[in-house]
């Protein structure tokens, strides 16, 4: 939680060999008398444009639905916001980027388990290492592509107030489900987490003026029971929840409210820039770098509250990251039983960053409840993945009873979702670009 490959366009594919990107920059910079980097950035320009043609409506109720319109259309396949037999299918597009974030977030699920084998006295160091390290390395990505022309001096001066809150809701997020975490099973998390869909949908409709067709709510309400039959058979977890009392289950319930603010949020961001920006949508790196700068600071000062949650005292708190790091490092000098550090770990945070940007990228090019879709196709995934013979793993984990039942239910409700809208979506889209 502390808790998404830039947008793909034929459009943009000239730019991609380097030879013709070389000359373009050449061309322009000789005929503009422009620097080299910003002759790049007057060429993607155009392409950014054409990206963001589908987004650059204000957001009113006639162009939400519009915009809806178009995600049907995009469901069905069609091309949207491009040249005719240039531009990529966006069904296409949203395809390839949804079994990203499905074989990311079972990736993702997986392999937090595995970097727990080795630091399983040191979770709190685990999640903090991930929150601060992404900020130098998406900040890092965020200046290679400054210097490559993908991100504008317009784009590094939007607000920083709708950032500003996105970081706060992600660390108050973490901090929430922290607190809750610590007292909740294991498999009562799983079934509480069903209500981050429901509240992106309440969310979308309310901020984004979104409507959503009765295929589409009852898909969602589909998938929601697929997972909650897959998590809890066999598992106990109604009686877990029982036993808990209110208030943990709770503050679970805020923790993921929080979280679908904060990717409603982000899909504001888009929407807003893709109005406002000369050259088109916002890179989403800018997005990332900016949100998780935000949220280290955030964190930094929850720190006290968050140390105590994991049974740390703050005064202890150096000593605990620096036994925390001997073992990441698998110091055999300060450490043991620290086996498969630090491959594990690191594995796991790069896979959690990849989860992380896929995600956005699949939210930015459709929409915060299709991203919340497929990152849940990934739970019956990764609790069959843990059947396996993995490494580190001494018992493999067997199904549980209802797996198949609620595997077969969660397919229903995504293939019940993507029903496309029987519409003429040519139509839609021609009026929606006059």
């Known amino acids: 939680m502390a808790s998404s490959s830039p947008h793909v366009s034929t459009a943009r594919q000239p730019l991609r060999v ?27 320009a155009n392409a950014r444009r054409i990206e963001a043609a589908a987004w650059a409506q204000p957001r009113t109720n006639s162009a939400g639905r519009r915009r809806g319109e178009a995600a049907v259309c995009a469901a069905a396949g069609q091309v949207a916001g491009r040249s005719a037999g240039v531009g990529r299918s966006v069904g296409t597009e949203v395809s390839l980027a949804t079994m990203a974030v499905v074989a990311m977030g ?20 685990l999640a ?32 920083q107030k709708p950032f500003i809150l996105v970081g706060l809701l992600e660390a108050l997020a973490a901090a929430a489900g922290m607190a809750a975490g610590a007292v909740l099973s294991g498999a009562s998390i799983p079934i509480l987490s069903q209500t981050y869909l429901v509240w992106q949908l309440l969310l979308s409709a309310i901020f984004l003026k979104r409507r959503y067709r009765v295929n589409e709510i009852t898909g969602c309400f589909l998938v929601t029971v697929g ?19 209110i208030l943990w289950p709770l503050l679970m319930i805020l923790s993921f409210f929080l979280q679908a603010a904060d990717t409603v949020l982000k899909e504001i961001i888009f929407i807003d820039a893709a109005n406002n920006l000369k050259g088109g949508s916002v890179d989403l790196f800018v997005v990332n ?10 964190m930094c000062l929850l720190l006290p509250f968050l140390s105590k949650l994991w049974g740390i005292p703050f005064h202890l708190l150096p000593t605990y990251i620096r036994d925390g790091a001997a073992c990441f490092l698998n110091m055999e000098s300060l450490s043991s039983g620290c086996e498969g550090a630090p491959l594990l770990p690191l594995l796991f945070v790069l896979v959690n960053m990849g989860f992380n940007i896929s995600l956005l990228h699949l939210l930015k090019i459709s929409s915060a409840v299709v991203s919340s879709l497929a990152s849940t196709f990934s739970v019956p995934l ?19 009873p209802g797996f198949v039942a ?10 019940m979702y993507s029903l496309p809208q029987p519409q003429n979506c040519g139509k839609t889209l021609d009026k929606r670009n006059d």
Not at 18 to 41: D, H, I, K, S, T
Not at 108 to 119: D, T
Not at 289 to 298: D, R
Not at 406 to 415: D, E, M, R, S
Request: proline share 6%; hydrophobic share 50%; net charge positive.
């Open 18 to 44: 380097p030879g013709q990107r070389a000359n373009g920059a050449a061309v322009v910079a000789a005929a503009l008398g422009l620097p080299r980097r910003e002759a790049r950035v007057a060429l993607r």
């Open 382 to 400: 990764s609790i069959y993945a843990f059947t396996l013979p993995l490494p580190y793993i001494v018992v493999a984990s067997t199904l549980p």
């Open 106 to 125: 079972t990736g993702n699920r997986v392999l937090y388990k595995l970097a727990l084998v080795p630091l399983r006295q040191y979770p709190f160091f």
């Open 289 to 298: 770098s900016y949100g998780s700068a935000y949220q280290a600071i955030f």
């Open 128 to 159: 903090q290492f991930a929150t601060f390290g992404y900020v130098v390395v998406y900040f890092s990505i965020l200046y290679l592509r400054y210097q490559a022309g993908s991100v504008t001096d317009e784009m590094l001066s939007l607000p």
């Open 406 to 415: 609620g595997a077969v239910v969660l397919i229903a409700g995504l293939l």
């Open 227 to 245: 997972v909650v039959i897959t998590v809890a058979s066999g598992s106990g977890a109604g009686a877990s929840l029982q036993s808990t009392g």
